[in-house]
């Protein structure tokens, strides 16, 4: 994408002083310290981070838009593809995967008719399997937005999927 196409994009004064803010924290050539914050903020600011807004970071940070591109890519925190209203991300470490965590995926995956990395057609769930989620005592988990769901098993995420199909921004927090 060109910086052409780039120009569209671009955060709101608030935004704007707040970049600056980070970015003053760091040493002269060391901006890209401040990255990962800054593509929170980009994904909260404009729902995910397609290449156009990864590029307008790149610019913003005075980087190779490539260097953002592989932050982006790396980290499950970070979407690269326009996500559902509700994300379903299941942790696939080890501690949740010895207690069943891949069983859950595949269930969530019957269940809504998707593979991990997909949206459903309604727009609705997307599923992702993602590294630890700090809370290998509670497995198999999964995170919602801010919210935990602990010791899944398949009548918990049915509640889970149900509770989100009727109202999909219940108990769901933003970045």
């Known amino acids: 994408m060109s910086a052409e196409a780039t120009k569209n994009i671009t955060f709101p004064k608030e935004l704007l002083d707040e970049v600056a803010r980070l970015t003053a924290q760091y040493p002269e050539g060391k901006q890209k310290s401040a990255l990962l914050r ?20 790149a610019r913003l940070l005075h ?41 859950i995926i595949r269930y969530i ?22 590294e630890c989620l700090g809370a290998c005592g509670y497995a198999p988990m999964l995170q919602c937005g801010h919210q935990y769901h602990e010791h899944l098993t398949e009548a918990k995420v049915d509640e889970l999927i149900e509770q989100y199909r009727k109202n999909p921004k219940a108990n769901y927090m933003e970045y």
């Open 63 to 103: 980087l190779q838009p490539i260097e953002v591109h592989e932050v982006a890519t790396f980290y499950s925190m970070y979407d690269t593809k326009k996500p559902g209203l509700v994300k379903l991300e299941v942790c696939q470490t080890g501690p949740c995967s010895i207690e069943g965590a891949d069983k």
């Open 38 to 57: 800054i593509l929170h903020m980009a994904q909260a600011h404009f729902g995910w981070l397609d290449a156009p807004v990864m590029d307008y970071v």
């Open 109 to 130: 995956e019957k269940k809504l008719n998707i593979k991990v990395g997909e949206t459903t057609s309604d727009g609705i769930f997307t599923l992702k399997g993602v």
